[in-house]
Structures are given as structure tokens and as C-alpha cells.
């Protein structure tokens, strides 16, 4: 059964340094996703992306952020400069766009747990 | 106010029987509500969506919306111990998922 993947499953960072969360959405999804989960807390949107540009982005998704989708499988997230409180999973979703009834199904990827020290 | 609210929780219910669990929205023109598990340090798996009012059974989970209410709810009947988790209420904007922080439900054996 297809699914997202998501690398590294954990990374670990200095504060101020830069990182990049992979995603690798589902074949023929067309639309990809970017969620965080701070440690007992709720799953928070932070963007969406469709053909290749954002089509909604939250309140976090900030300056510091960016998404990519560099090649025809991987989807990127970077952090410019990570702060203590971006520490959180970090998760990828994806879906095919079906909008019959709006449903609309989101594939979540496993997720990757970023700490920053 | 806060876009999706869930009971608190935690819930606990012995084997067999009937978990309840409840979800109120802001955004009365939301269509599409999301039911989802997650277990502790694993990602959102989707159980159910609802887009129309009443009620949606699906082997043992039952979701049940009323829109006029901006309500959902999510039933589990004969709740085994695998059934324990953290069940998310989400709802869906234009694009976004908006969920809820999720209640946590125990199973006794």
C-alpha cells in the first residue's frame, strides 16, 4: 500500500542552524502538506502546497520557514535559523485532491521528531 | 474561541463496552469531519470522515454530525484494548486540517 515517507525520523540541532525535513508524498498526490505536533500538544497546520506553489499557510509559518518541492517525489521543509520552540514532530501529509462531497483524505507521513538544543 | 474542541478526557472504558467521545466547531460553513487515531509517538490515521448530517457506521466506529449544532461525535462500540489511543477531531477548511487536541481513551481488560 503506498504511503509517505519522511527523513530523517529524528534530528537533533543547535539553535540558530538550519535544517531540512524530507518528505517523500504519496505517487500521484497532488497536493502536500506540513503539520507540527509540540510534545502534548494538538497536530497544528503550517502550509499547503499545490502545483508547485503555497496555497495556505498558517500564522507559525513564518519567515524562517519554506517549502520545496525540488525534484518529482520530494518534499521539503526548511527551518533558516531554529529556535528552541520549533522543537516538535514534525509531520507530512498528502492527498490526490478528490473534492466529490469535499472529501478529501490527508496521508500522513510518520513523522520526524526535531530537538533543538 | 478555539476552532475545533474535543472532550477533555481521558475516557476509560472496560472491555466490550461503548466509548463516546465528542467534538464541537467554530466555523459554522465547515463540510467535511475527520476522525482520527493516534496512537503515542505515531502519526494521525484516518478512521472516518463525515460530510453529511446523521449518522455513518463503519464496522465498529460510528460518527454522527449535526451541523446545525456544529457538532460530531465518534462511537465505539465492543472497544477492545487496541482501541486505546488518542482520538483526533479534525475539520476541514480550504485546504487545512484543523483539529481538535484530542481525547485519550483507555481500555480495561
Known amino acids: 500500500e503506498p504511503e509517505v515517507t519522511q527523513t530523517p525520523s529524528h534530528q537533533v540541532t543547535q539553535m540558530g542552524q538550519e535544517v531540512i525535513l524530507r518528505c517523500v508524498p504519496i505517487?500521484?498526490?497532488?497536493?502536500f502538506y506540513w503539520y507540527r505536533q509540540i510534545l502534548g500538544q494538538k497536530v497544528e497546520f503550517l502550509v499547503s502546497?499545490?502545483?508547485?506553489?503555497?496555497?495556505?499557510k498558517s500564522e507559525i509559518f513564518d519567515d524562517q520557514f519554506s517549502v520545496e518541492r525540488p525534484d518529482g517525489s520530494n518534499f521539503t521543509l526548511k527551518i533558516r535559523s531554529t529556535k528552541l520552540e520549533d522543537s516538535a514532530m514534525y509531520f507530512c501529509?498528502?492527498?490526490?485532491?478528490?473534492?466529490?462531497?469535499?472529501?478529501?483524505?490527508?496521508?500522513f507521513g510518520p513523522g520526524t521528531r526535531l530537538t533543538v538544543l | 474561541q478555539k476552532e475545533v474542541e474535543q472532550n477533555s478526557g481521558p475516557l476509560s472504558v472496560p472491555e466490550g463496552a461503548i466509548a463516546s467521545l465528542n467534538c464541537t466547531y467554530s466555523?459554522?460553513?465547515?463540510?467535511?469531519f475527520f476522525w482520527y487515531r493516534q496512537y503515542s509517538g505515531k502519526s494521525p490515521e484516518l478512521i472516518m470522515f463525515?460530510?453529511?448530517?446523521g449518522d455513518k457506521e463503519d464496522g465498529r466506529f460510528t460518527a454522527q454530525l449535526n451541523k446545525a449544532s456544529q457538532y460530531v461525535s465518534l462511537l465505539i462500540r465492543d472497544s477492545q484494548p487496541s482501541d486505546s489511543a488518542t482520538y483526533l477531531c479534525?475539520?476541514?477548511?480550504?485546504?487545512?486540517?484543523?483539529f481538535g487536541a484530542g481525547t485519550t481513551v483507555t481500555v480495561r481488560a
Open positions: 501529509a498528502s492527498s490526490d485532491g478528490r473534492t466529490s462531497g469535499d472529501y478529501n483524505e490527508q496521508f
Open positions: 505517487s500521484n498526490h497532488l497536493y
Open positions: 502546497f499545490y502545483n508547485n506553489e503555497i496555497s495556505e
Open positions: 466555523d459554522r460553513g465547515s463540510q467535511s
Open positions: 463525515i460530510y453529511s448530517n
Open positions: 479534525a475539520v476541514k477548511g480550504d485546504y487545512k486540517l484543523s
